[in-house]
């Protein structure tokens, strides 16, 4: 069975949207990022980190879900085809993921996705062999966890996620900022745990409570993306004549756009919120559809050949975005953590990913699999000659 070239190519472009989108972790990491001002970003830094906030944040790392998914049951049919495990072979996968996610958040980015790719593995393997329906309901059962779990939490949706101004913070609040800026610039990774581990967190508990309660409905999303990339590999959705979905998802794509915008200005309405959080993962099938469109027609078009060398490494490409741009923000490196410049960082990962496309190309001129790539598949397949799947 010919491997789809269009996933490949999503999954290198939505790799891209990633990197974007740990910016924000990188250089201000994950509580700084919701207050610019306090790094004196001017003007035009500030519209390109808001225009990253509601284009990217949260939007991609969905679309990468899904392919995962989708991966997830065609290797699964590739193996039920060589008459091989599928249940071991899927475990393994999800073990060596977690462990390879846990030892990127350790050292690397405390933003990982892949310990979470991992865990959803292990949790929904057996789903491979179900029926299509029994992954229908589990998506009902995740989407009826998160309206009771909105129920309950409604009178407290004012989550901390507006963008607040250096005024707006108090003594405390500024010293934390300094204090973790200081150590991400120049600390080790022990000296940045410890900090964490040690560190009174100076933020309100409502703050945080809220922040907590919107964390934990947003996980119920995951398994939502995963599983709905199962369902796109059995109904064969990117080889498929989907022109209907392309269009109502396109012609939606603004109206997500919006309601996310205004949730990150306006946080305070319940309403704004609900709507809000439901349009920043509804805007990736939008991308999605618009990539699709795009592919369809111009896919001749040599970029689509770069995507999909991308994509093919993509294991390899995520964790090489993190090493860089450790060593381009933190202590062992060039110490940018918390720098007043966001349109240089955006610079930066740009030219990186376009050197990632070169030689992500030029690599699999030569070779069928990344070394990360390659290793997961060695233990997945439990042989030091891991077959390419047919």
Same mark, same amino acid.
């Given at each position: 069975m010919r491997r789809?070239? @269009?996933?490949?190519?999503? %999954?290198g472009f939505s790799l891209l949207g990633i990197l974007f989108a740990n910016?924000? @972790?990188?250089?201000?990491?994950?509580?700084?990022?919701? *207050?610019p001002d306090f790094y004196g970003l001017n003007t035009i830094d500030k519209i390109l980190l808001y225009t990253d906030y509601v284009l990217i944040h949260d939007s991609a790392m969905p679309i990468f879900l899904l392919?995962?998914?989708?991966?997830?049951?065609?290797?699964?049919?590739?193996?039920? %085809?060589?008459?091989?495990?599928?249940?071991?072979?899927?475990?393994r996968r999800?073990?060596?993921?977690? !462990?390879?996610? @846990?030892?990127?958040? @350790?050292?690397?980015?405390?933003?990982?996705?892949?310990?979470?790719?991992g865990c959803m593995l292990l949790c929904f393997f057996w789903l491979v062999k179900r029926h299509i329906k029994v992954m229908y309901a589990?998506?009902?059962?995740?989407?009826l966890i998160i309206l009771c779990m909105g129920l309950f939490s409604y009178n407290d949706k004012s989550e901390n996620t507006q963008l607040t101004t250096h005024n707006q913070l108090s003594l405390k609040q500024e010293q934390f900022l300094s204090k973790e800026m200081k150590v991400y610039k120049y600390g080790n990774t022990?000296?940045?745990r410890k900090f964490f581990q040690t560190e009174d967190y100076p933020f309100t508990s409502e703050e945080t409570e809220l922040s907590t309660i919107s964390a934990f409905i947003s996980i119920f999303y995951v398994p939502i993306f995963f599983i709905m990339g199962m369902i796109f590999a059995k109904n064969n959705f990117f080889s498929a004549n989907n022109t209907k979905f392309i269009k109502i998802m396109i012609i939606l794509m603004p109206i997500f756009l919006l309601f996310k915008s205004i949730m990150l200005f306006y946080p305070q309405n319940s309403w704004t919120t609900d709507l809000g959080t439901l349009s920043t993962y509804a805007v990736s099938l939008s991308y999605i559809a618009l990539f699709m469109f795009v592919y369809y027609r111009y896919q001749d078009a040599k970029i689509f050949n770069y995507f999909?060398? !991308?994509?093919?490494?993509?294991?390899?490409?995520?964790i090489s975005q993190s090493i860089f741009h450790a060593w381009i923000y933190y202590g062992f490196g060039l110490h940018r953590f918390g720098d007043n410049s966001f349109t240089l960082s955006l610079l930066?990962?740009?030219?990186?990913?376009?050197?990632?496309?070169?030689?992500?190309? %030029? *690599?699999?001129?030569?070779?069928?699999?990344?070394?990360?790539?390659?290793?997961? %598949?060695?233990?997945?397949?439990?042989?030091?000659?891991?077959?390419?799947?047919?």
């Open positions: 789809l070239t @269009i996933v490949d190519s999503l %999954r910016l924000l @972790i990188f250089q201000f990491g994950i509580t700084g990022a919701k *207050y392919l995962f998914g989708f991966g997830v049951v065609k290797m699964s049919e590739s193996l039920m %085809r060589q008459n091989k495990s599928v249940n071991l072979v899927l475990i999800g073990i060596m993921l977690f !462990v390879i996610g @846990i030892l990127h958040a @350790i050292f690397l980015f405390n933003g990982d996705i892949l310990s979470l790719y589990m998506i009902g059962l995740c989407i022990y000296e940045r999909e060398s !991308v994509g093919k490494l993509s294991l390899t490409n995520y930066i990962a740009l030219i990186f990913y376009i050197l990632q496309m070169v030689a992500s190309h %030029r *690599y699999m001129q030569h070779f069928k699999y990344g070394p990360l790539e390659y290793l997961v %598949r060695m233990v997945s397949y439990w042989s030091l000659h891991p077959k390419k799947a047919v």
